[in-house]
């Protein structure tokens, strides 16, 4: 009964529907929630960099963005760290001649670069150095986030953007359902599954090119793509045996390999783990409500994670360990994290905005997230800052995807 609740969950995801069917709470404990302040941040100012021209006020625009959003940086006319220099015309671009500079250390950022595009890319380039020398941690500016606009029923196209909200671009103009997208590994080609053909499969996208590939187009249902990390096998759910179950499908040679076998459950929106040896994925097998589990990719031995709450779905595991997750409380859905070695009785809340959120993805900074909140996408920080809106764009937009790198 409940089985087929999740089946038609996993059909109405072709169609843009939400979430799981709303289902009483069975004994749910309360989740712990984040409630600090946040990190400490050094003071940055950029009052002592220049710019010559459009161009290199659009570089400046950029880098101011993506140290705002890092989480380490807050911006001033004065800071203990200092961007000095000039960012000059050149051509269609900029050459810029710069140096930051903090107590007892500092760098020189010398480039040209061509075009907005480039332009673009150095900014992010910049700020993730400043990330990496200065605080000695991961950046993520030069990411980017791949999701979905539904403008109806059946009508969808993917869209990508920067990791700091600028650079919107449409990928698809096929105004048929489509969703879950997921990048790859090497961060240029996006797997995700569309009824282009009047029914559902999964395609692999390459924006660069705009080229595109059937790699599951069986009977039934196609749909949950996912990218080992080491770019050799693709998880997805699929129901040509007449069950939707949780398989591999080995990039190189087709091979099909199984991974659960419930016939009175179904799976969705698996996820690989760091090392490549796990999955999670959520089901509602035995519990007759989504919940979701991890199985050993090697022995195929399936665990439970989660207990608590109405619903737990949308896994997404960072590269440090932790499992983001969607769990529905109170009517409405919350970004939680875990460690899928304790399960979730390690489960902390992540404030968000009012209303429902769903489908996180981390950065690749493993401490943000990006997730939709009704129709709007939010970026999220594990450390306790608040959301930020990724960007004032009217649409429907949903099921982001954060790249790697």
């Known amino acids: ?10 059909l109405g995801l072709m169609c843009g529907w939400g979430g799981f069917s709303p289902l009483s709470a069975q004994g749910a404990a309360p989740l712990i929630s984040i409630v600090k302040e946040g990190t400490d941040k050094a003071s940055v100012s950029l009052a002592g960099l220049t710019a010559a021209g459009p161009n290199g006020r659009y570089f400046i625009q950029t880098l101011t963005r993506d140290l705002q959003v890092s989480g380490w940086f807050k911006l001033g006319q004065t800071g203990s760290i200092q961007v000095r220099g000039q960012i000059g015309e050149a051509g269609s671009g900029i ?20 075009g907005e595009r480039e332009i673009r890319m150095q900014a992010h380039q910049l700020a993730d150095e400043m990330v990496r020398l200065i605080v000695g941690e991961t950046g993520f500016a030069q990411s980017k986030i791949v999701f979905v606009n539904r403008r109806g029923k059946n009508n969808a196209d993917l869209y990508q953007c920067d990791a700091n909200g600028m650079a919107l671009v449409q990928l698809t103009r096929d105004n048929v359902a489509a969703v879950g997208p997921r990048w790859a590994p090497n961060g240029k080609d996006i797997y995700y599954t569309s009824f282009l053909r009047n029914y559902p499969a999964i395609y692999r996208l390459s924006p660069s090119t705009g080229t595109r590939k059937a790699l599951a187009p069986f009977p039934g249902l196609n749909t949950g793509g996912a990218v080992s990390p080491d770019g050799s096998s693709l998880a997805l759910i699929l129901s040509y045996q007449g069950n939707a179950e949780l398989y591999i499908l080995k990039l190189a ?22 090392d490549g040896r796990s999955i999670a994925y959520v089901s509602d097998v035995g519990s007759r409500k989504p919940q979701i589990y991890v199985v050993d990719v090697a022995t195929r031995q399936s665990r439970r994670l989660t207990t608590t709450g109405e619903e737990n779905v949308n896994p997404d595991w960072s590269k440090k360990g932790l499992i983001a997750y969607a769990t529905k409380r109170g009517g409405a859905y919350q970004i939680a994290t875990m460690d899928p070695r304790v399960g979730d009785r390690s489960s902390r809340l992540v404030a968000g905005p009012r209303g429902s959120c769903e489908h996180p993805s981390w950065a690749p900074d493993s401490r943000h997230i990006v997730c939709s909140c009704g129709s709007a996408l939010y970026m999220l920080d594990t450390e306790g800052d608040p959301a930020i809106l990724l960007f004032n764009t009217p649409g429907n937009w949903m099921s982001p995807d954060w790249s790697d790198r």
């Open 95 to 114: 050459q810029s001649r710069c140096e930051v500079s903090w107590p007892g250390k500092r760098f020189a950022w010398n480039r040209v670069s061509a």
């Open 253 to 274: 040679s087709g091979t099909l390999v199984r991974l659960t076998n419930t016939p009175q459950g179904s799976e969705a929106s698996p996820c690989w783990s760091p």
């Open 1 to 10: 009964m409940y089985r087929v609740t999740l089946t038609v969950f996993l």
